[in-house]
Nanobody
Framework: QVQLVESGGGSVQSGGSLTLSCVASGYSVSEGYMAWFRQAPGKEREGVAAIDRNGYPTYTCAVKDRFTISKDNVKNTLYLEMNSLKPEDTAMYYC?????????WGKGTQVTVS
């Protein structure tokens, strides 16, 4: 059974930083794609960043140069380092994993920027 458990969310002031973690069990982060999505109240879920099995990252334009996605294959954990946070980054952040499509999802961690 695959489980993805996010942590690290919280409330910060504009310009602050947070690092999200996603611990995977039953799934190897080294095998397929992993990503962070977010959903703000009243808005559709959007992709934030993704990383392939070789560690190559991609970012949505809104977070490029502010966020960094990475993974630790030994700890089987995905990270999202978020810097220069803005109020528009406020959302529930979700970890997702899969090989062709994102089959597995975590329950999310809330990030609030004021």
């Amino acid at each position: 059974q695959v489980q993805l458990v996010e942590s690290g969310g919280g409330s910060v002031q504009s310009g602050g930083s947070l690092t999200l973690s996603c611990v995977a069990s039953g799934y190897s982060v080294s095998e397929g794609y992993m990503a962070w999505f977010r959903q703000a109240p009243g808005k559709e879920r959007e992709g934030v960043a993704a990383i392939d099995r070789n560690g190559y990252p991609t970012y949505t334009c809104a977070v490029k140069d502010r966020f960094t996605i990475s993974k630790d294959n030994v700890k089987n954990t995905l990270y999202l380092e978020m810097n220069s946070l803005k109020p528009e980054d406020t959302a529930m952040y979700y970890c997702a994993a899969g090989t062709v499509v994102f089959t597995y999802w975590g329950k999310g961690t809330q990030v609030t920027v004021s």
